[in-house]
């Protein structure tokens, strides 16, 4: 597996726990007492604190333990080397272009809420 391929794959796992934690804790929350604000933000600070670390902390344990299952199985202490082409690099730009779209758009209307006199809720 590439760099990128662990980091992706690390991502995708963590943000697919984490996600199902924060819907199941949302239903039962909705289920037991309705919807409250101020526990719902609660939920979703703790949701973004341990995305941010279990995906920082959970890339650096899988490189780690790859690289030295790699160096055990290839009894050899190479370092991987990390080549990209132009199509990665584009590729690359793409996501980043795209995840900047879908934030600015998020943030327009979350604030575009505001404006309108509409609560946090």
């Not at 794959?9 to 199902?20: K, N």
């Not at 703790?46 to 790859?66: P, Q």
């Not at 934030?103 to 604030?111: Q, T």
Request: net charge neutral; aromatic share 12%.
């Amino acid at each position: 597996m590439s760099y990128e391929e662990k980091n992706i794959t690390v991502s995708l796992i963590s943000h697919l726990l984490i996600g199902g934690y924060y819907l199941v804790n949302l239903w039962q929350m909705y289920y037991a007492e309705g919807l409250n604000a101020a526990r719902v933000f609660s939920l979703w600070a703790i949701v973004i604190v341990t995305t941010i670390l279990v995906t920082i902390v959970g890339g650096i344990l899988t490189n780690i333990l790859l690289a030295i299952v790699q160096a055990i199985k290839t009894k050899t202490c190479e370092d991987e080397r990390f080549i990209a082409d132009e199509r990665d690099k584009l590729i690359e730009l793409r996501g980043t272009k795209y995840a900047y779209i879908t934030f600015s758009i998020g943030v327009l209307l979350a604030m575009l809420t505001f404006v309108f006199g509409q609560p946090p809720w």
